[in-house]
Antibody
Framework: EVQLLESGGDLVQAGGSLRLSCAAS????????MTWVRQAPGTGLEWVSS????????FYADSVKGRFTISRDNSKNTLYLQVNSLRAEDTAVYYC??????????????WGQGTMVTVSP | EIVMTQSPATLSVSPGGRASLSCRAS??????LAWYQQKPGQAPRLLIY???TRATGIPARFSGSGSGTEFTLTISSLQSEDFAVYYC??????????FGGGTKVEIK
């Protein structure tokens, strides 16, 4: 079964840091671009960051650029998001998602269950 | 940045009825448009990509149409499990990948 499982979310103070993880199984992880999408409570979906299949190319939303770092370990089938200098507005459920086509940035056919990051003022 | 605008924000439909959801892009995204369904407490689920191609396992009552800047998701004969929030997403011009604000389909 194709599956993504996030972990690492927690309650942290403003200015703090966390590392989110996304463990992949059931597909050839190293062949697919991966993405983080977040959803603040009661709101819609916001693209956060994407990474190419090899990890050589990374992309960030302006709202997180310079504070968040996306990476991956293809030997461990795991995607990461290092989140630093957290702000109250970063409070959200963070989802990892797999691109439908491969090493492209298109639609996301597999999503994890999400991990909650809560930033206290 | 391409802004995606969905309307209406809420759509009230009777079970068995038909729902038409609109998504408009601030500039052309060709057919690089996806639709997702999200139920409370769950992750989004891919319904449609390429504006009109159903994802694996998606029932035929879901259909997508449009190109350029105007898109529609139609749900014919709404089932109880279809009451949810629906999002569109463009992947033509990025970063950033952008989502619409969502349409909630509720029971009338």
């Amino acid at each position: 079964e194709v599956q993504l499982l996030e972990s690492g979310g927690d309650l942290v103070q403003a200015g703090g840091s966390l590392r989110l993880s996304c463990a992949a199984s059931g597909f050839s992880f190293s062949s697919y671009a991966m993405t983080w999408v977040r959803q603040a409570p009661g709101t819609g979906l916001e693209w956060v960051s994407s990474i190419s299949s090899s990890g050589a190319a990374t992309f960030y939303a302006d709202s997180v650029k310079g504070r968040f770092t996306i990476s991956r370990d293809n030997s461990k089938n795991t995607l990461y998001l290092q989140v630093n200098s957290l702000r109250a507005e970063d409070t959200a459920v963070y989802y990892c998602a797999k691109d439908r086509r491969g090493n492209y940035y298109t639609a996301f056919d597999i999503w994890g269950q999400g991990t909650m990051v809560t930033v206290s003022p | 940045e391409i802004v995606m605008t969905q309307s209406p924000a809420t759509l009230s439909v009777s079970p068995g009825g038909r729902a038409s959801l609109s998504c408009r892009a601030s500039q052309s995204v060709s057919s690089d448009l996806a639709w997702y369904q999200q139920k409370p407490g769950q992750a989004p689920r891919l319904l449609i990509y390429g504006a009109s191609t159903r994802a694996t396992g998606i029932p035929a009552r879901f259909s997508g149409s449009g190109s350029g800047t105007e898109f529609t998701l139609t749900i014919s004969s709404l089932q109880s499990e279809d009451f949810a929030v629906y999002y569109c997403q463009q992947y033509n011009n990025w970063p950033p990948l952008t989502f619409g604000g969502g349409t909630k389909v509720e029971i009338k």
